[in-house]
């Protein structure tokens, strides 16, 4: 069974940053796609970034230019980099393991932008 620990999330006054990592065992982010997710409070999931194993991104219009999805391979962790947070950024942030047809999910970090 693959496991994807998040961390990083909290806290943030708007126009901050912060960087969520995501650790995956068992399955590596070399071989599949990786990405980063949200759920804001009564909204749908929605993709944030993505990373292939070829090391392609794309990102939602509403992050373009504020958030940077990157992979370490020697570690198996794949990072989202969020600068200019915006309130409206606020919501429970999901790491994701895409990998033959099949959704894997870490259990989320919630990320709170507020003055």
């Known amino acids: 069974q693959v496991q994807l620990v998040e961390s990083g999330g909290g806290l943030v006054q708007p126009g901050g940053s912060l960087r969520l990592s995501c650790a995956a065992s068992?399955?590596?982010?070399?071989?599949?796609?990786g990405g980063w997710y949200r759920q804001a409070p009564g909204k749908e999931r929605e993709l944030v970034a993505r990373i292939t194993p070829s090391g392609s991104t794309n990102y939602a219009d509403s992050v373009k230019g504020r958030f940077t999805i990157s992979r370490d391979n020697a570690k198996n962790t794949v990072y989202l980099q969020m600068i200019s947070l915006k309130p409206e950024d606020t919501a429970v942030y999901y790491c994701?393991?895409?990998?033959?047809?099949?959704?894997?999910w870490g259990k989320g970090t919630l990320v709170t932008v507020s003055s």
């Open positions: 994701n393991l895409f990998k033959l047809g099949v959704n894997y």
């Open positions: 068992r399955f590596m982010f070399t071989n599949n796609v």
